[in-house]
């Protein structure tokens, strides 16, 4: 006897039916790519005043490595495929009214480290991004906003180290400040 139920064949079990009814999340993805000095590339987006890392949201039905990659290759100009996922980040809903955002899951990957022959090659999206520069761990988090801040510095760590972090509104899990 077994614990399993049995289905017969060509019969619905309600899946599809099923997952209609759960939420869904907003994701996106970020690459961190560094030089041979460890500083971080980070871009100036043309619609704000914080700098980002390259990446973006994810399109509908699309994977979030595939979306690190389309983002390189728009806002950089780059064909690169990141290396590893270091970091996943579950963010919390936030704002009100036209600034608000829903919850969602940003996955960090490891761009790697950018030659002098890369860096040379690349691209702006001018509709998009302003500028780019590379920025110590002490730029970014004067530059960026602390969530991102904090995900980028994790994510860093995460690359040297060989691990992957599960984070939380820019908090490795178990390291967030007590309030």
């Not at 006897?1 to 907003?26: L, N, V, Y």
């Not at 690190?68 to 690169?80: D, F, M, P, Q």
């Not at 988090?141 to 995900?151: D, G, K, S, W």
């Not at 980028?152 to 899990?173: D, F, H, K």
Request: charged letters at 25%.
């Amino acid at each position: 006897m077994t614990d399993s139920p049995q289905f017969e064949q060509g019969k619905s079990i309600g899946s599809a039916e099923h997952t209609r009814t759960i939420p869904t999340k907003r994701t996106a993805a970020t690459v961190v790519f560094t030089d041979d000095q460890d500083r971080v590339l980070l871009c100036q987006p043309v619609y704000k005043e914080v700098a980002e890392a390259p990446g973006g949201a994810g399109d509908c039905d699309e994977s979030p490595w595939d979306t690190a990659v389309r983002e390189i290759k728009e806002e950089l100009g780059l064909v690169v495929k990141p290396s590893r996922l270091v970091a996943v980040d579950y963010v919390l809903p936030s704002g009100s009214g036209r600034e608000r955002r829903t919850e969602g899951l940003i996955f960090v990957f490891d761009g790697g480290r950018l030659t002098t022959e890369q860096t040379d090659r690349i691209a702006l999206d001018q509709a998009e991004l302003a500028s780019w520069s590379w920025c110590t761990v002490t730029e970014v988090h004067e530059r960026m906003r602390p969530l991102v801040a904090r995900r980028i510095e994790a994510a860093l760590g995460a690359i040297v180290s060989g691990t992957t972090l599960y984070m939380e509104n820019g908090y490795p899990v178990g390291t967030k400040p007590a309030e």
